[in-house]
């Protein structure tokens, strides 16, 4: 029975598993995606969010130094730990949580393993900032019961109007010019 195990073990032994969520944690925060099973992602995610949140801190200059020294701990890679601090920290300082995001993509061919890509939410262009900007740029859409469909109804007949005023002063000039018999 698992009573009060929380932890996924993911068929490996503690030092194996603390190894390997170890590497992955240390993949992610170097590359910002990776690709693995769903289980590891989620496994990763309740392990990396925790040292994310660590960074944020803005205490004393020993707390600091304190918050670097238990990330290395967790992650034994001083270039992901300089990373998570230099470029990860400032990017995540405003946001309360929710660091990454897991989207599944199918079975792998070999084993039929259900496939996750695991993201750090921040550093996407896709989800993020861009969305944001596009949705800024554009007004909102309007429904018909408030008038917004008028407005392009009424552009259109006045750009039909004008177009037709057009033609009528050009045959107009062109009947003053050529001569009736």
Known sequence: MRHGNKNNNLSRTASHRKALLMNLGCQLITYKRITTTLAKAKALRTYIE????????????????????????????????????????????????????????????????????????????????????????????????SGGGGAKKKAANTSAVEEAVEVKAEEATDDKATPEA
């Open 50 to 145: 925790p040292l994310i949140t660590k960074t944020k801190s803005t205490a004393s200059k020993e707390q600091i130094m304190h918050n670097h020294r238990i990330v290395f701990s967790y992650l034994n890679d001083k270039a992901a730990v300089k990373e998570l601090f230099t470029v990860i920290a400032p990017k995540i300082a405003s946001r309360p949580g929710g660091y990454t995001r897991v989207i599944k993509l199918g079975a792998r061919t070999g084993d039929n393993a259900e496939m996750a890509m695991i993201e750090l939410v921040d550093f996407n262009e896709i989800y993020g900032n861009s969305i944001a900007k596009a949705a800024a740029a554009e007004p909102a859409k309007k429904t018909r019961r």
